[in-house]
Nanobody
Framework: EVQLQASGGGLVQAGGSLRLSCAAS????????IGWFRQAPGKEREGVSC????????IDADSVQGRFAISRDSAKNTVYLQMNSLKPEDTAVYYC???????????????WGQGTQVTVSS
């Protein structure tokens, strides 16, 4: 059974940082891509960043480039999203998901974890 456990969300002031973690199990971690998505109230789900466990290639959304960094630890089957210089518009529920290839297109993702809330106060 595929399991994706997202954690690390919380409340932070604008300009602050958080690190999200996505612990994966139930599939061959090194064969897949892990992506981070977010959804704010009343808005559509948005792809944030993804990383391939095959070759380490990444894609970042324009809205987070230069502020967020995705990384992986294959020994721990975990993907991290380091979020710096947070803005109130980054407030959302953040989800991690698994896909067979690098993309920020949500429909390509096979399984999803539960979300973790990130709230950035101004």
């Amino acid at each position: 059974e595929v399991q994706l456990q997202a954690s690390g969300g919380g409340l932070v002031q604008a300009g602050g940082s958080l690190r999200l973690s996505c612990a994966a199990s139930g599939f061959r971690f090194d064969d897949y891509v892990i992506g981070w998505f977010r959804q704010a109230p009343g808005k559509e789900r948005e792809g944030v960043s993804c990383i391939s466990s095959v070759d380490g290639s990444t894609i970042d959304a324009d809205s987070v480039q230069g502020r967020f960094a995705i990384s992986r630890d294959s020994a721990k089957n975990t993907v991290y999203l380091q979020m710096n210089s947070l803005k109130p518009e980054d407030t959302a529920v953040y989800y991690c998901a698994v896909a067979p290839f690098v993309t920020l297109y949500a429909d390509s993702y096979i399984d999803w974890g539960q979300g973790t809330q990130v709230t950035v106060s101004s």
